[in-house]
């Protein structure tokens, strides 16, 4: 608790969360400018998008800055492993992406839609975390970041085209990220997924995925760390 209380402190600190509830009181009045017949759309693709966002861009942004800082370098001297203080990282971009996610449904008024899919959110922000801590370890510069941010997000973009009724089907649960983002908007169309176990199998699949990038790239990352201090 105390390392993940202080990675808390230093993303303060970086002005990542005021950045993100500016983002949040965005959504909100983009929202409230929507009549309901459309908000009941917008909505979970907000919540959806966030921790996206969030795991695709902010994180490996500010990976690849505390890199150029010599912050992990730093990490070697702590008393605790540098393991456990980037999985704290983690988690606390994560809890991060979670609250503003949250936040985007409560102030919008779908609190009850927001409340099914919880379970479901932390999940999805623990994949993108991991997904984004991992690309801003393996990354060298945020030129880098750019033409790598459309080569992932495309394949989680694509299950919006499942909502157009001329592209709709069964088929779209075959498609690993579809199983990412079809339970996040079920509650707002008030249906039954009869897929949801299908879903369910590819979201931990690509959790499990995003787990060992993560833990590939820290690897490589650590032994480039100790070459450093050896030379």
Not at 57 to 67: E, G, N, T, V
Not at 127 to 135: C, E, L, P, Q, R
Not at 192 to 218: E, M, N, P
Request: one cysteine or more.
């Amino acid at each position: 608790m105390k390392l993940l209380a202080r990675e808390f402190t230093v993303l303060w600190r970086s002005g990542l969360p005021l950045v993100y509830l500016g983002i949040v009181c965005i959504y909100g009045v983009i929202e409230h400018l929507l009549p309901q017949s459309i908000s009941k759309y917008v909505v979970p693709l907000f919540i959806y998008f966030d921790p996206a966002t969030l795991g695709m861009f902010f994180i490996p942004a500010q990976i690849l800055l505390l890199k150029d800082q010599g912050v992990f370098s730093s990490l070697l001297f702590f008393p605790d492993s540098p393991t456990r203080i980037i999985q704290a990282k983690i988690w606390a971009y994560t809890l991060l992406s979670v609250i503003a996610s949250a936040l985007i449904g409560l102030i919008t008024g779908w609190w009850l839609e927001t409340l099914i899919i919880l379970p479901w959110l932390v999940f999805v922000c623990f994949i993108f975390s991991h997904f984004g801590v991992a690309a801003g370890l393996l990354l060298r510069s945020v030129n880098q970041l750019v033409l790598f941010l459309p080569l992932v997000l495309i394949p989680f973009v694509a299950p919006l085209f499942s909502l157009v009724p001329a592209l709709s089907g069964a088929g779209w649960n075959w498609y690993p990220p579809f199983g990412v983002f079809a339970p996040m908007i079920l509650p707002w169309l008030g249906t039954v997924d009869y897929f949801l176990l299908i879903q369910l199998i590819w979201t931990v699949l690509l959790y499990l995925g995003a787990r060992w990038l993560f833990q590939k790239s820290w690897r490589i990352f650590e032994q480039k760390l100790g070459g450093g201090l050896d030379a």
